[in-house]
């Protein structure tokens, strides 16, 4: 009897005991099942936010780049507006803002650089051009590409029988560059005895005495004689003892300094240059 019952007792306590771990694994499995649905909820959001934070984002990010203007804006006035930048105002359209770079050609006719008297359009540095649209707007033309002028061309004034000048440009046939009219015999010719300075590559300026600086370019066939400025050393005459031939290279150096030299010009051109101890 006491067997019997025994045996009844142990096989109630093993299906209770079955009965528990079966509604342990049910929970179990109903907190899994949410915890992997709400993970995958949060996953499907995150990636609509992404979404349409990228269907947001404005059109002048980096992601959406324009080109800047190009063409040719004439009869305008170029005005100074920042290192490197500048407007263009153009009589009947928008200003138009632009930047110069290293290889931007400039070129005055008395404003921004050179002679206003001179036949020929003279080559001027960026520095030139940002001293002269300091102090006020400039009559020039203006041909740039993708937003940075590759040409800045002082115009110049017409001249009236009076010998004044006006604002009107006096055409494209009198508007030659120093190129342009060296090409033509425009240059200038004569000796200059003063100081030399360097401009740009190949283009210096030599400055008598309370004169005003004459641009000219050097060639392969430019003779360069130092006497001590330039190269070599103290000599009694060209090409005598002491002259030494120096190269052009010798010559950009002593130039970015500046030295006193004499400077015969032919067309625009240093033929020969001495400099003087």
Known sequence: MNRHLRKATVVAAAITAGLLMTACQNDSATSGGSSSGKGTKDAAAAAVAD???????????????SKGVSGTLSNGT??????GKYIVSVPGKD????????????YGVGTICGDAQSKVDAPC??????????????NADV????GVATLVSERRAAQSEDGTGSDTDAGSGSRDTAVEGINKGKGVNGTWHGTVSYLAPGKYTVTEEHGVPQQFFVSEDTDIWGYGQVCGGPGVGEGQQ?????TEAELESAAKKGF???VK???GIATTLNDTP
């Open 143 to 146: 041909r740039m590409k993708d």
């Open 95 to 106: 200003d138009q803002q632009f930047f110069v770079a290293e290889d931007t050609e400039v």
């Open 125 to 138: 540095t960026l520095d030139e051009l940002e001293t002269a649209t300091k102090k006020g707007a400039v």
């Open 51 to 65: 979404s349409s934070a990228a269907t947001k984002a404005p059109s002048g990010s980096k992601g959406s780049v």
């Open 265 to 267: 010009i032919a067309n």
């Open 260 to 262: 006193p030299a004499e």
């Open 242 to 246: 002491g002259g030494t031939q120096c």
């Open 78 to 83: 170029v005005t100074y507006l920042a290192p």
